[in-house]
């Protein structure tokens, strides 16, 4: 049989199966020394109608050999030049694949040969990912954000949401950002109420201390991609990555001051923040953009149904503070001048049914920068519950534009607080009223300490739909066995057009379910 379903896939290539069935080599297996092998998985992402990346990591340095096919078997493979593998990248590579069938399953393949012995080869990996339709079909997607955060790792049961997610078969996953947790140190062991503990069953020395050098933040990568439902996932799933600041430090910003924090030799938040971005670029499938190399905010195209917008809220915001000023400047925006064009304007020229609008926090709570005195915004909100002020004009700004533009059909996703929720953005309960309604979903963590509830600020009139939290007598930072983690599913009908959007657990809990109609413009 040449063609292979998507389920029948993921069962082939689940987590229990990857070794045996695609020669995906889990990083704690063994292998000869005088062959290379493939360390920390395969991974695919930024996939849309014609095109998608592809990315692996070798123990050395090879040359990879790549195919591609639309059938499982591999016949009539398509070879692709080879891709060399050094240390100046820590042996990780990554390339575009071009000119694909729409809503099409492509299949590829890698092999590894040892530069230094060209005849010792590896055993080949196989992922899968389908390309965006051309036309109207169903689609489906899962986000949630998260990983491996308030030093809650890899224990027996690993990071089950992932394995969840890949149950749903999704055509991609959205990661929210906080994708790794740099500046959260594990420990083997934690002590829990009632006297049992969480052990850490796999670690490593880059998450021991935070992360400073270049090599320990692909460390924090590297560690994510040692858990077998991760490896799972990225073998049968698209991935859409954007960050927010645990990939470089809590609350980071360009101005972020870390003299006080004694566990940092390197007190320069630029350097450490460029670190942190060549190994977020160097580890995830995000594409290149030549005008502006590293950059994370862009568009995906997934057909005549869906467009996903993905923000950046750290790379150009001001410094955390009061967020109180009366005009939008440098230092009250949170997105910048320039992408703020670039969303304004491909918001505006977007065609497709619905706009997702991937934010790596959310609009209305209120995330403070000092949370022990709550103090300062880090978020969005400045928590006055007034006009529209600080960060709050640019997005103001923004709510308006949509409205006097026309733009229909805009859903905000986010993550960031640790709980999930639906809010619904109702104009004639805001203090700034001059946009069109719109729901946000919030949901997290994948695999990191469950927090919450955030308190609203009333700018943009925020309504609770639904919340699952913490309550008080839980208490806060509960490990991932107390089962609060959350992700979301979306599914958008391709006959109807009408988006579900679904709020889970990770025992696959239905928690909240929404459908919204869309609207069509004269």
């Known amino acids: 049989m040449n063609k292979i379903s998507r389920r029948a896939f993921v069962t082939s290539a689940s987590a229990a199966g990857l070794v045996g069935v695609s020669g995906l080599a889990l990083p704690y297996y063994s292998r000869a020394n005088q062959r290379p092998a493939f360390t920390h998985g395969i991974q695919s992402g930024d996939v849309d109608a014609t095109s998608g990346v592809v990315w692996t990591r070798t123990d050395r340095p090879s040359r990879v050999m790549f195919e591609v096919s639309s059938t499982e078997n591999f016949a009539n493979a398509l070879r692709l030049a080879p891709l060399d593998t050094s240390p100046a990248s820590d042996y990780t590579v990554k390339r575009l694949l071009t000119d694909l069938t729409s809503d099409q399953d492509i299949f590829y393949r890698m092999v590894a040969a040892d530069l230094a012995d060209i005849n010792a080869v590896s055993e080949p990996i196989v992922g899968r990912f389908r390309t965006a339709p051309a036309s109207k079909r169903d689609i489906r997607f899962a986000w949630s954000g998260d990983t491996a955060g308030q030093g809650w790792g890899i224990d ?25 947790y740099a500046d959260g140190p594990m420990k083997g062991e934690v002590d829990l109420p009632g006297g049992s503990k969480w052990k850490n069953k796999v670690l490593i020395n880059e998450k021991r201390k935070v992360a400073e050098t270049l090599d320990e933040y692909r460390g924090q990568w590297k560690y994510n991609m040692m858990d077998r439902h991760v490896l799972g996932l990225n073998a049968i799933c698209p991935t859409f990555y954007q960050w927010d600041d645990h990939e470089v430090v809590n609350n980071w910003s360009d101005s ?22 060549r190994a977020f670029h160097e580890m995830t499938t995000i594409r290149y953009e030549p005008s502006e190399p590293g950059r994370v905010y862009r568009k995906i195209a997934y057909g005549p149904l ?4 993905f ?39 977007s065609n497709a049914t619905w706009k997702i609008i991937a934010a790596d926090m959310p609009l209305g709570l209120v995330v403070w920068n000092d949370a022990t005195n709550k103090a300062g915004a880090e978020a969005v909100s400045n928590g006055d519950n007034g006009p529209a002020k600080g960060r709050e004009l640019e997005i103001a700004d923004l709510l308006r534009y949509i409205k006097n533009a026309g733009i229909t059909n805009t859903v905000w996703l986010t993550a960031d607080v ?15 009223q001059d946009f069109n309604p719109f729901w946000e979903f919030v949901s997290g963590p994948l695999h990191a ?49 009408q988006m579900t959007v679904r709020l889970m657990d990770r025992d696959d809990n239905e928690l909240y379910k929404v459908t919204l109609d869309p609207v069509h413009s004269a």
């Not at 924090?261 to 450490?272: A, C, T």
């Not at 509830?453 to 925020?462: A, E, L």
């Not at 979306?490 to 109807?496: H, L, P």
């Open 156 to 180: 027996d049961t690993g990071m089950k949401t992932y394995a969840t997610i890949g149950k749903h078969t999704p055509d991609f996953f959205l990661h929210s950002g906080d994708t790794i």
């Open 256 to 277: 972020k001051n870390l003299s006080a924090d004694d566990r940092y030799s390197e007190k320069n938040i630029h350097v450490l923040a460029a670190r942190a971005a």
């Open 306 to 309: 869906l467009d996903v917008f």
């Open 311 to 349: 923000l950046d809220m750290r790379s150009y915001r001001g410094a955390n503070g009061p967020g109180m000023q009366d005009t939008v400047t440098p230092q009250s925006r949170i997105l910048g001048e320039q992408q703020m064009k670039w969303l304004k304007r491909e918001l505006a020229n």
């Open 418 to 432: 640790h709980y999930t929720a639906a809010h619904y953005y109702n104009p004639d309960k805001a203090q700034f």
């Open 449 to 497: 300490g469950t927090y919450g509830p955030n308190d609203f600020d009333m700018t943009f009139g925020p309504e609770l739909k639904f919340i699952k939290a913490p309550t008080a007598e839980q208490g806060q930072n509960l490990p991932p066995s107390a089962g609060l983690q959350f992700f979301g599913l979306v599914d958008i009908d391709g006959a109807t057009e």
